[in-house]
């Protein structure tokens, strides 16, 4: 099985599943905010909540390294 580096999960806390109010409002599956991940609990299959958490895996690893990104882009 394939596992996520864990250096790619600094800054994340914690991963909370269900409907919440902001992702009703902006219509989206999921969103990093404060060190935690949101993912809906309404999703096609498998494939898609795995989907959802790599894609907010990689806002939280820009977030964490705006350093890094904003010397990269330079």
């Given at each position: 099985?394939?596992?996520?580096?864990?250096?790619?999960?600094?800054?994340v806390d914690i991963i909370y599943i269900g409907q919440f109010p902001k992702m009703l409002e902006r219509d989206i599956?999921?969103?990093y905010e404060d060190g935690a991940i949101y993912v809906t609990n309404v999703q096609e299959d498998e494939m898609d909540i795995i989907d959802d958490i790599i894609h907010e895996l990689a806002h939280a690893a820009e977030r964490n390294n705006d350093e890094l990104?904003?010397?990269?882009r330079i």
């Open positions: 099985s394939a596992r996520i580096p864990f250096h790619l999960t600094t800054g599956d999921a969103y990104m904003l010397r990269e």
